[in-house]
């Protein structure tokens, strides 16, 4: 079905009598609902009419809106010739001869003349065929005029049949009827006919079947998908009183044939009933597309939205057609056609490029439908898509919400209607809803909208637009349309710089929270978001590809802003904390990086905005270093202090700091669930200590902070020292709400029981007796985790990177984070020689690491105890493995087979580089067409001053973190720790390598580490 309001069965009667609907039939014949693929008769050139014509432009049409049409689907009896059809040269029942032609009519048996009729009307189908897909081949009929041609195209076709079926089967009082995208007379290239066979009931059911059967049969036969019903007025009418849905497709019924004033009745009467239960019903379509925009989302958001069911798309556009013809309001006119026209153009490209009657713009097939529309790239395409789908739910909120004005003023009582008016009975005005209760200067709330005040002189006052914007968001009210209308077109431009009255507007609006987004959008709809600043322009509605961003650049910067504003009083400026917000990613509109580019625009932004220079420096270190802290507390060593050092050298004062810490939680709140984390909060809180302590003087300030492991941690080094093999520990992660983070608080270490986010029971170690139960066992009876904090504790030796992330890429399990470090194990499980030698240091290893050089020696760099010692003193230092990870299908595998496997990876006897080769496969064959950027990896300057780190950036893929860590150990490097993020779809990982004596790598080599490394990923 081509434009119904929602997709439904309409209801109809049983059998072929008056009042049924059909579908196409089941057998070998034609498929159930009239898709004829692979059964069809082929004629003119095949069922799929398919044609490589593009189009490339965005053309008008009708106005905008439909109703839902009556289609068939599985809810609808079957009726009129819907039984099984064994071929298409084989007699199907009531007295249809053998002999009966490839158009397989069911009738009361062949009639004087029928052998010529089907002769014609074979002819006239190869005949529509070919020139259907001529029409569609044409290159220079494009967009409203092809889908116009098309329609009149095929309403020329099916009056010829419909006046030669009524003819052979004697019915007299009938007509056929258009309705959905079809009855406004417009066709998309792979839209389903709509048709409805209206009829006055005075022919005999066995006459109407056999009138329906000589139209449907015919269209199936072609492999064009058909929604079909038959009904007289009286049960049309009766239909569309129990279904919404009907009703509303009566209003685009449009005749194609027979008897007129059957379909002109039928068409009076349903606007009269809609009119009259409109209502009832407008609250009934209302939550429809509340509820549909809950399940399909909102299509100026999605990176691979449907056209029609997301919100803002072509259904909505079909529910505002619906409420001006109930009278009772009517949407906003301007642009709203082009906004519908421009859908349209992409949907037909998207036919004709798939060849299927598809709604959804799937990745894979953007770029060929932006290159069918004559556009430079699939972002421009996305940018047209979602501007139109902007301008369509803007125009559906202000209809829906002058709906219900005018639903309750019509339900109140008549006697009360004079206090709403605000007149009592002797003339004067009285308090009420008709008053108008002032809110600013020139700016007045009347009826629960924000409107200008009479005395208001948009031209004499610049301001007003923002004073009125201010008003409004703190007031939670929207902007009327009209007073809207009333500033783009009347208010002039502000003096540059802006006057201190015009900034402090801004930044009111900016810090109403949440009530900021629906009057920015008014603002913006008017172009009035633009004029007050242009660099706007390059980022409204400009798509972000990655999957990690919910929104568009620009609506971003407003939900970043919408999340600043809770943070303000965290900072001693919350003035500057807000612009920062709103330019932040102001340079994605421009070539390069988009933080430097940023930095430009924002200093220009602010001085324009009369901000002083002082400010405007502090503005543009914020929007130039708004990914610092987080990229930092996720890819760095914060225990090194060259980390720190860096950071407060670019931050330079405590309060830039400040700013900057609640920029970096609202930027990532405004971004996704994916950006922020209670792990991510913790990170960037412990950054933002060190780096503050650091600026206050503080001396210990960039002091590594011994680690102190948890009781638990503790328990499964020993554990893994006492046996030599490792131990697993299993706890479930949370995200609950995140609230204001403490700078001052820090949280546990990975896994610990008092870290954020964690909660069940650690797995716990068998005893020393018995070390083959080394590992974890889960609680009986307790339900498997979808998210958890994998431990492992592990003697170091080589290999043990890779061979952990291997074990868990073969488990199909999601490595979200990854933390590594050596564990520090108790003295009293050495002497006191030995425990002087013990290394404490922070690292973990890819290859082998010498952690106690001047008393034990390694084959490869390792440290072993002194030879002849027994395994239970062993001297090789512990490795504790924190990993955040999730299952990619289903429940989390048993911490038995994760021990078993990664033991087996280690001793050789587990081949994780086949079993990987064979899950990419058929990772590779379900994301075919998938165009992912090339990994980089690079080396981190002035990253560390005891280490080289290696920055790895690349699309995340199975075994991905088990090729780097191959990768790593075959440079013959040593990993001292490793920082492991995953963001959408995109794995950015860090890690800190040093040579077999624990030194840098010398820059050409650090250079050789990183090429190999990118080589391994390609």
């Not at 609250?283 to 997301?310: F, I, T, V």
């Not at 798309?313 to 642009?335: I, K, M, Q």
């Not at 900072?571 to 580019?597: C, E, F, Y």
């Not at 030879?867 to 090789?876: D, E, F, W």
């Amino acid at each position: 079905m081509t434009d119904s309001v929602e997709e439904a069965a309409t209801p109809g009667g049983p059998g072929t009598a008056p009042g049924a609907s059909g579908t196409a039939p089941g057998a070998s014949g034609t498929a159930a609902g009239g898709s004829a693929a692979g059964a069809a008769r082929t004629v003119a050139g095949g069922p799929a009419f398919r044609g490589d014509a593009a189009d490339t432009r965005a053309g008008a049409s009708e106005p905008h809106g439909d109703g839902a049409e009556p289609r068939r689907n599985e809810a609808e009896p079957h009726d009129h010739g819907d039984k099984p059809r064994g071929n298409e040269d084989e007699a199907d029942g009531d007295g249809a001869k053998s002999g009966c032609n490839g158009a397989g009519q069911v009738g009361d048996g062949a009639k004087p003349g029928d052998a010529t009729a089907d002769s014609r009307e074979a002819d006239d189908e190869g005949g529509y065929a070919a020139d259907r897909l001529r029409l569609l081949q044409d290159a220079t009929v494009t967009g409203a005029d092809r889908r116009t041609a098309l329609a009149r195209l095929t309403d020329r076709w099916l009056a010829g049949l419909f006046e030669s079926a009524a003819a052979r089967s004697g019915v007299g009082g009938a007509s056929l009827v258009a309705v959905g995208g079809y009855g406004r007379g417009e066709l998309s290239p792979r839209s389903d006919l709509d048709l409805l066979l209206l009829h006055d009931g005075k022919a005999s059911a066995q006459e109407v079947a056999a009138l329906a059967d000589r139209l449907w049969y015919p269209l199936w036969d072609l492999g064009l998908d058909l929604d079909h019903s038959v009904r007289t007025p009286a049960e049309a009418r009766r239909t569309a009183r129990d279904d919404l849905k009907a009703q509303l497709g009566l209003l685009d019924a449009r005749h194609l044939a027979g008897s007129a004033d059957l379909t002109a009745a039928l068409r009076t009467a349903s606007f009269a009933d809609w009119r009259e239960s409109a209502p009832k019903r407008l609250p009934e379509l209302h939550a429809l597309c509340l509820d549909r925009a809950d399940r399909q989302g909102e299509l100026q958001y999605l990176l691979e939205p449907d056209l029609k069911e997301a919100r803002g798309g072509l259904r909505d556009v079909t529910a505002l057609r619906a409420v001006a013809a109930s009278w009772l309001a009517d949407a906003p006119r301007a642009g709203l056609e082009e906004a519908r026209g421009c859908l349209l153009d992409v949907r037909d490209a998207l036919h004709l490029v798939t060849g299927r009657a598809t709604d959804r713009l799937a990745l894979q097939e953007q770029d060929q439908v932006a290159a069918a529309l004559g556009l430079l790239d699939a972002d421009t395409l996305l940018r047209q898509v979602y501007e139109s789908a902007r301008t369509i739910s803007y125009a559906g909120d202000v209809t829906w919400r002058e709906v219900g004005r005018v639903l309750r003023s019509r339900s109140v009582r008549p006697s009360l209607r004079g206090l709403i008016s605000g007149r009592n009975g002797r003339g004067g005005r009285t308090a009420g809803r008709g008053e108008r209760s002032p809110l600013a200067e020139g700016v007045v709330e009347h009826e629960g909208e924000v409107v200008l005040a009479r005395t208001a002189r948009p031209e004499r006052d610049a301001v007003l637009p923002l004073r009125a914007a201010a008003a409004a968001a703190q007031a939670g009210l929207p902007l009327s349309p009209h007073a809207v209308r009333r500033l783009a077109t009347a208010a002039r431009p502000l003096p540059v710089p802006w006057p201190a009255e015009a900034r402090e507007e801004l930044l009111t609006l900016l810090g109403a929270g949440a009530r900021t987004v629906p009057v920015w959008e008014a603002l913006e709809a008017e172009g009035i978001i633009t004029r007050l600043l242009p660099d706007w322009e390059r980022v409204r509605c400009r798509p972000q590809r990655n999957a990690v961003h919910r929104w568009t650049v620009d609506r971003h910067l407003v939900e970043t802003a919408v999340r600043a504003s809770a943070l303000t009083r965290r900072v001693h400026r919350p003035d500057l904390l807000l612009m920062a917000a709103l330019l932040h990613d102001i340079g994605k509109g421009w070539p390069g990086d988009h933080s430097v580019s940023g930095e430009t625009i924002a200093r220009d932004v602010t001085a324009r905005l009369g901000f002083d220079a002082k400010d405007t420096d502090v503005v543009a270190t914020l929007v130039r270093h708004h990914l610092l802290l987080i990229e930092t507390a996720t890819r760095r060593d914060l225990d090194d202090p060259a980390t720190i050092a860096s950071v407060a050298r670019v931050v330079g004062t405590a309060g830039t700091l400040e700013l900057l810490h609640a920029l970096t939680e609202a930027d990532a709140l405004a971004t996704g669930p994916a950006a922020w984390s209670r792990w991510r909060e913790g990170l960037v809180a412990d950054l933002v200590r060190r780096v503050g302590g650091l600026l206050a003087g503080e001396p210990d300030a960039t002091t590594t902070t011994p680690w102190e492991p948890t009781a638990e941690q503790e328990r499964l080094a020993v554990e893994a020292w006492r046996t030599g093999e490792p131990v697993l520990a299993l706890h479930t992660r949370t995200e609950p709400p995140v609230p204001a983070p403490q700078p001052t608080t820090t949280p546990g270490p990975p896994g610990s029981p008092d870290s954020p986010g964690s909660s069940g029971s650690s797995v716990s170690p068998a005893s020393s007796e018995d070390p083959g139960l080394g590992e974890g066992r889960e609680t009986a009876g307790d339900p498997e985790p979808v998210g958890v904090e994998l431990l492992l504790a592990v003697p170091d030796r080589p290999g043990i990177l890779p061979a952990t992330a291997g074990v868990l890429a073969v488990h199909r399990l999601t490595v979200r984070a990854a933390d590594l470090r050596v564990m520090p194990l108790p003295e009293s499980l050495y002497g006191t020689e030995d425990s002087a030698k013990t290394s404490t240091g922070n690292s973990a290893t890819g290859g082998t690491r010498d952690s106690a050089k001047d008393s034990t020696k390694g084959s490869a760099g390792g440290s072993v105890a002194d030879s002849g010692a027994p395994p239970a003193v062993t001297r090789r230092p512990m490795l504790l493995l924190s990993w955040r990870v999730a299952a990619e299908y289903g429940s989390l595998p048993q911490a038995v087979r994760l021990r078993a496997d990664l033991v087996r990876a280690l001793d050789g006897t587990l081949d994780i580089p086949a079993r990987l080769a064979e899950r990419e496969r058929a990772y590779a064959r379900r994301s075919r067409g998938l165009q992912a950027p090339p990994p980089r990896v690079t080396v981190a300057p002035g990253g560390s001053r005891s280490a080289t780190v290696i920055e790895v950036r690349a699309q995340d893929a199975q075994g991905l973190l088990y090729r780097i860590g191959r990768a790593l150990e075959d440079a013959g490097v040593t990993v001292r720790s490793a920082h492991v993020s995953t963001l959408g779809a995109n794995a950015v990982d860090a890690f800190y390598v040093t040579d077999a004596d624990g030194s840098p790598l010398p820059p050409a080599t650090a250079t050789e580490v990183a090429q190999a490394v990118e080589r391994a990923l390609k």
